[in-house]
Every structure is written in structure tokens, then in C-alpha cells.
């Protein structure tokens, strides 16, 4: 559904139209469980976040003056939810990674130098191949660090704007440049990683 | 001896998100441009990083939900009913 599908639910849902509703929770259990899925790795937590996001979205729905701000404000709720559920290393701090680990090796070559990167002109085009790749995706957001993996979900899965995924994790804009660029090229680099697989496989 | 700028290379890497999502001041993107007009090396990065962004993009969910049992949906429907009333009478 995109976005603005999404706020006119939202207008009819608090018009009390019992059928936006069903399409709401719909919807918004299915992202809801995506996100804490991807930050907690538990389904069970997943499920359960879920529910209790709704619960605490439609108890407050009093709340939510502008529709179109119904996004931003279920995934804030979503974060809290998430936060009470997360049992990996709760008080281990997040590593940042320095911007040198993410850059590719690089050889000399004549004057200039060659990056030791995969080949991205030729992405498979099966559909096969690319449900493979997501899943890659999906499995490195999932191994990124816990201070990159809210702020890519947020702005690159649920297209949030940079502003708005500030607020949700109460950072600033400038934080979540930083972070959204370092996750980017975390996953970036483990794509890379499993696409010269196959590309040495193939030739 | 067009790729020996290394230290301009470092600057454009740490750029290059916010070059994609448009966000860069223009002066800072007009210097990029300058150096990516003769460093392949970087052109052939940030084509890897923009795939990068766009798989992410579109990365539908592969684990769905299980179907939501009727009593949480009907404690959902309890909770969006009382407010519903609440605005009403508010």
C-alpha cells in the first residue's frame, strides 16, 4: 500500500468506518511485524509487538490530529514496543563501524587502482535470483549493528523521511545521515560479498 | 595520473548516501561530480551503493504474520470502537 493508499485509511479510520479497520490492522500488522522481526529476530516478539502496537495505537488514537502523519507515529509507538522485547545484549554497546572497514580494497594498477568489488552492471534478473538477493538484504539488515538497523529500516524499508525517522528515535538529523550511510554500506559490503561468490562460481 | 587523488576518493565516500538522496549542499555535489568525471573506480562504488539502496527499497517482507486470532483482533476492535466514541462525544 503506498503511502498516501495509507493516509486515507487512516482519514476513514477515524471517520469510524468499520471496513478501513479491517484494512488498517491489516496493513499495518504486516509492517509492524516486518520491523520488529528485523530488530528483535524473534517471530514470537514479532507477533507480539505487533499486537501491542495496535493496541496502544487504537487506545490513543485521540492522538493522532494529522493523518498524514500516521506512519511516523505507529512506527514510534512500534519502537517503544520493540525496545521492551529485545533480549540480545541489552547492555553491550553497539559498536560504530569506522567508515575504513566499509571501504572496498583497493590494488594499484598501472597509474590508477581497481576496487576488489563485484560486478553490479549484470544483477541477476530471474525472479528466483532476486527473491535470493532479498533475502541477502534482509539477512544483513538483520546483522548490522542495533545502532544502524532501526535507522534503515525506517528510512530505506519504510521510506520515512530523514526528519521524521529523527523523531521516531529521538536523534538528530545529522546522526541518522551518518548511521543510514554506514548501514547502507554494511549491507552494501555483504552483498558485495556473496555476489563474487557467484560471479567466481560462474566464470 | 587521474586516480591518484586517494584522499579525494576517502572525502566522496563518505558523501556518497547523501549525493543519492539528493541532500548534498550543491557546492559539496558540484565537487563530487568534478571528481567523479574521471575516477571510474568511485562511479563503479557508487553504482554498487545506489543497487544497494534500491534492494533495500524494495525489500518486500519474506516472514508474514500469522493470521491474526479473533479475540486480539476483537481487543483491537474494543479499543478502536471506545475511541471512535470518544472522539464522537468529545
Known amino acids: 500500500m503506498e503511502r498516501d493508499q495509507e493516509i486515507e485509511i487512516t482519514r476513514r479510520l477515524l471517520a469510524g468506518d468499520p471496513e478501513a479497520f479491517d484494512r488498517f490492522v491489516e496493513h499495518f500488522r504486516g509492517k509492524i511485524f516486518n520491523y520488529s522481526w528485523l530488530m528483535c529476530g524473534q517471530r514470537d516478539d514479532a507477533e507480539e509487538v ?3 502496537t495496535l493496541m496502544n495505537v487504537f487506545e490513543n488514537l485521540g492522538q493522532l490530529r494529522e493523518p ?12 517503544n514496543a520493540c525496545l521492551t522485547k529485545r533480549r540480545r545484549s541489552v547492555f553491550a554497546p553497539s559498536k560504530e563501524i569506522s567508515l575504513d572497514q566499509l571501504m572496498p580494497v583497493r590494488h ?5 587502482f581497481r576496487l576488489e568489488i563485484a560486478d553490479w552492471t549484470h544483477l541477476p534478473e530471474d525472479e528466483a535470483m532476486r527473491a535470493e538477493l532479498k533475502r541477502e538484504v534482509q539477512r544483513a539488515i538483520r546483522n548490522l549493528p542495533e545502532l544502524y538497523r532501526p535507522v534503515i ?3 530505506d524499508v519504510e521510506g520515512l523521511s530523514t526528519q521524521e525517522t529523527a523523531q521516531i528515535l529521538d536523534l538528530n538529523e545529522d546522526a541518522v545521515k551518518t548511521r543510514l550511510h554506514r548501514a547502507r554500506l554494511a549491507v552494501r559490503k555483504e552483498l558485495d560479498a556473496r555476489l563474487r561468490r557467484e560471479q567466481t562460481v560462474e566464470a | 595520473m587521474a586516480h591518484e587523488h586517494t584522499g579525494d576518493c576517502r572525502q566522496i565516500f563518505a558523501a556518497l548516501s547523501e549525493y543519492l538522496d539528493m541532500t548534498l549542499p550543491v557546492e559539496s555535489c558540484a565537487d563530487l561530480e568534478e571528481h567523479l568525471k ?3 573506480p568511485c562511479i563503479e562504488f557508487l553504482n554498487s551503493l545506489r543497487q544497494t539502496v534500491s534492494l ?3 525489500c518486500d517482507p519474506i516472514e508474514k ?3 491474526l ?6 481487543r483491537l476492535r474494543d479499543a478502536y470502537q471506545k475511541a471512535i466514541a470518544a472522539r464522537a462525544s468529545g
Open chain 2, 65 to 67: 504474520p500469522e493470521p
Open chain 1, 153 to 155: 529500516l525506517l528510512r
Open chain 2, 38 to 40: 574521471d575516477c571510474p
Open chain 1, 108 to 112: 594499484q594498477e598501472g597509474d590508477g
Open chain 1, 50 to 52: 505487533a499486537q501491542e
Open chain 2, 56 to 58: 533495500c527499497k524494495d
Open chain 2, 69 to 74: 486470532p479473533e479475540p486480539s483482533r476483537d
Open chain 1, 68 to 79: 498524514d502523519r500516521v506512519r511516523p507515529w505507529v512506527f514510534r509507538i512500534a519502537k
